[in-house]
């Protein structure tokens, strides 16, 4: 009943910049936090960012200063905007959010897909 929509995934240069979106859809009531992990090869999953739906916001220390997360509660959207990307950021990113849902007020946690981030000049 929930899907989380990723977009802007790509290829980009070190150093460069990357946006990504995320939109959930629905039998949505509300949405609580919303956030951006990641998983390298071979490395396991981390939490890259989180913004609560007070806007109240979490880094990675290894994105911290360099990425910036945020949402539109209109659009139920939440963007992760990267700059000065480095090597290290190569991973497959998801998006997450907590979800009430219409029809129980219980939240549950829903995953994007996933999109693949490439750094390489």
């Known amino acids: 009943q929930v899907q989380l929509v990723e977009s802007g995934g790509g290829l980009v240069q070190p150093g460069g910049s990357l946006r990504l979106s995320c939109a959930a859809s629905?039998?949505?009531?509300?949405?609580?936090?919303m956030g951006w992990y990641r998983q390298a090869s071979g490395k396991q999953r981390e939490l890259v960012a989180r913004?609560?739906?007070?806007?109240?916001?979490r880094y990675a220390s290894s994105v911290k200063g360099r990425f910036t997360i945020s949402r539109d509660n209109a659009k139920n959207t939440v963007y992760l905007q990267m700059d000065n990307v480095k090597d290290e950021d190569t991973a497959v990113y998801y998006c997450?959010?907590?979800?009430?849902?219409?029809?129980?007020?219980?939240?549950?946690?829903?995953w994007g897909q996933g999109t693949q981030v490439t750094v390489s000049a």
């Open positions: 997450h959010a907590e979800v009430r849902l219409g029809s129980s007020w219980l939240p549950r946690n829903y």
């Open positions: 629905g039998s949505i009531y509300s949405i609580d936090a």
């Open positions: 913004i609560s739906s007070g806007g109240s916001t």
